[in-house]
Every structure is written in structure tokens, then in C-alpha cells.
């Protein structure tokens, strides 16, 4: 239900865009967020947006360099690091719940693979 797309190769410092796409059974989410797994490590929080109030949280390590869209959902990733290749995910938060952790999202759709060369 949900797609994640817009991944791909990029230079250190470069910049790229993802998207999230909501396809088949509508829902309505009270959180919208973007995750990211490198290989090897757990899936990390990246930003999300909670729809209660509009408010938008990042984890530090992309705080200033990531920016998610209140309207579009659309996380606009600049000054990439090698450190930042990962699979990203974006995830909805139907009910209530931590936006930090994957368990307080009800769907998740298939990543796209952001790799950053050094």
C-alpha cells in the first residue's frame, strides 16, 4: 500500500529526493515517517511529520541536511554522506504510537536504495 521510490546513486555532498506513494486501500494515518536500514543494522528513525499538529521530527544525524514535506511527504535529502546508504522506507502511523521505533507504524511500503559514494 505504500512505495517508497526515487533512490539511487549519488556522490558525496549530492543531493536526491524520495518519494511515498499510497496505492490500493485508502487509510488515514496520523503520522507519516521515512526509515532507513543500512546493511547489516536495525531500521533506524530518519523524520517523520505527526498530522495532530503539523510538527516535523528528525533524527540527529540528518537534522539540517534532510527535510521532510508537510505536504507531499516527500523526504529532500541534501550534503549526502557514504554513511547515509541505507534501504529507505516510508511508513504510516494509523493509531497512536512512538514515531521513533518501526513498531508504532501499521504500514510499510517496499525501500528504495539511496547508496552514497565516497
Known amino acids: 500500500q505504500l512505495q517508497a521510490y526515487g533512490g539511487g546513486l549519488v556522490q558525496a555532498g549530492g543531493s536526491l529526493r524520495l518519494s511515498c506513494l499510497a496505492t490500493?486501500?485508502?487509510?488515514?494515518?496520523?503520522?507519516m515517517a521515512w526509515f532507513r536500514q543500512a546493511p547489516g543494522k536495525e531500521r533506524e528513525f530518519v523524520a517523520a511529520?505527526?498530522?495532530?499538529d503539523g510538527s516535523t521530527y528528525y533524527a540527529d544525524s540528518v537534522k539540517g541536511r534532510f527535510t521532510i514535506s508537510r505536504d507531499t511527504v516527500d523526504l529532500t535529502m541534501n550534503r549526502l554522506q557514504p554513511e547515509d546508504t541505507a534501504v529507505y522506507y516510508c511508513?504510516?502511523?494509523?493509531?497512536?504510537?512512538?514515531?521513533?521505533?518501526?513498531?508504532?507504524?501499521?504500514?510499510w511500503g517496499q525501500g528504495t536504495l539511496v547508496t552514497v559514494s565516497s
Open positions: 511508513a504510516a502511523r494509523v493509531h497512536s504510537g512512538t514515531l521513533y521505533y518501526p513498531t508504532g507504524y501499521d504500514y
Open positions: 511529520i505527526s498530522w495532530n
Open positions: 490500493g486501500k485508502t487509510f488515514s494515518s496520523s503520522a
